[in-house]
């Protein structure tokens, strides 16, 4: 059993050789979610299924494409960006604001979409579903007024968290998403001939640019999907990285199942981060396998059929099979170093691509959302390494994968994440 001052050693010096003081394990930060901090975060699982069932169901009813994407890959990517919170802080899904569900957080999360564990959520997804069954454009208006709801719901509820940095970059990333969404579906319902666009939904659901300010504007969602050659690359690039990423972290735990940050990096974190790049290929319909050609489209069976070791750009095979696998069978510390490295050439690239996105701010919030993740994952390895008794932490890998607290500011000397990242069946010692 560890104790607090256990996770004080975790915690070690991030910035300058200082050890961080015992207040930052007796700082709000460090208990768990409290009841009703995990009511929310479920309220908002539970909303989102409700959304990717209603879409879906859309989807079904009128083939169109951008229902698909938010019924689908949209879906996938934030039912993942979810799910990395509830398993990270186990939170007991069956906690909701208004009852207490009679299934286990496992059983809720392995419902199909469209099916729901209370007479309530059925009903008000069957409303729904029948106000939006009645024309395409009626679909896209009840998505409309769903999803301005849920920012109202997750931007009440995003004050409650405000000593969890991790669960608000999430829930952040989350309504970032959904205003992207509703000018999606804005543009969408001016191309049906409904000229006020969402505001036909009525005033509570007619948002502005300066309220909305995510994905809008013709450079992006509103109107014009097209990206630039460069951005295509950095979509193809990153989704072949974040992949690579996953693959190596859960090779790494199968070699050394005692280093359980590996699972939960490997098995949460960079499912999300694959998902989240894969929204973007999905909504811009890009063919990673060959993203070069704008005649060749998103294939999601091709993509779910690669396996570990295989990537769109070629050069991350290599890299996967010649230089990590080889170097982190050599032993435990040597894969946590490999976790460092991977970690920091992933921020490289992403700060790297962010010149290139333009004015694109689906592109900039999601490659900001995956540095903070990443960042995050360094100081996991790094704190990890300085329990195994390497004092100098991912320094040890070489300068150039020694960073401080103010190059990477985000989950640097955060004793919370440095406990959670490591403590889930961990025989670190």
């Known amino acids: ?82 799910d990395e919170i509830v398993n990270l802080y186990n939170v007991d899904l069956s906690y909701t604001s208004d009852a207490h569900l009679l299934y286990t957080t496992k059983q809720l999360q392995a419902m199909q979409l469209g099916t729901f564990p209370s007479t309530a959520m059925t009903n008000r997804y069957d409303t729904l579903k029948n106000e939006g069954l009645a024309s395409r454009n009626d679909a896209f208006l009840t998505l409309a007024k769903l999803t301005v709801d849920t920012v109202d719901t997750m931007q009440r509820y995003l004050e409650k968290f405000a000593n969890r940095k991790k669960v608000q970059e999430n829930i952040t990333y989350l309504i970032d998403g959904s205003m992207g969404h509703y000018w999606a579906m804005n543009q969408k319902l001016i191309d049906l001939g ?93 063919d990673v396998n060959d993203y070069s050609n704008p005649d060749a489209h998103y294939k999601p069976t091709e993509l779910r059929a690669m396996g570990a070791g295989d990537y769109a750009i070629s ?47 689906y592109l900039e919030k999601t490659f900001k959302y995956l540095i903070a993740g990443s960042q995050s994952h360094y100081w996991a390895y790094h704190y990890a390494l300085i329990q195994m008794g390497v004092a100098n932490g991912c320094c040890s890998a070489g300068g150039d994968y020694c960073k401080t607290a103010q190059e990477f500011p985000s989950g640097s000397g955060d004793g919370l994440l440095a406990a959670l990242w490591n403590q889930r069946k961990s025989t670190i010692a």
């Open 194 to 286: 409904v000229i006020k666009g969402c505001c036909k939904a009525g005033k509570a659901y007619c948002k502005t640019p300066a309220e909305y300010p995510i994905a809008y504007g013709i450079d992006h969602l509103d109107g014009d999907l097209t990206l630039t050659d460069e951005q295509r690359h950095a979509l193809a690039h990153m989704w072949s990285e974040e992949k690579m990423a996953h693959d190596a972290f859960e090779a790494v735990y199968g070699l050394y199942p005692h280093l359980r940050l590996f699972y939960n990096i490997g098995h949460w974190s960079e499912v999300q981060h694959m998902s989240a790049v894969e929204e973007l290929v999905a909504l811009y319909n890009i």
């Open 1 to 82: 059993m560890k104790t607090r001052r256990d996770f004080l050693k975790m915690a070690g010096a991030v910035s300058g050789g200082m050890l961080l003081g015992e207040e930052l394990l007796l700082a709000q930060d460090y208990k768990p979610l409290s009841i009703d901090q995990q009511k929310m975060v479920s309220d908002i699982w539970h909303n989102e299924r409700l959304r990717a069932s209603l879409a879906l169901a859309f989807s079904k009813k009128f083939g169109d494409d951008l229902l698909t994407t938010m019924g689908k890959w949209s879906a996938a990517n934030r039912r993942a960006v979810l």
């Open 315 to 361: 050069d991350f095979e290599d890299r996967y099979a010649n230089v990590l696998i080889p170097y982190a069978k050599q032993s435990g510390i040597k894969a946590l170093k490999i976790g460092c490295m991977v970690e920091v050439q992933d921020i490289r690239d992403l700060t790297g691509f962010l010149g290139q996105v333009g004015k694109n701010k």
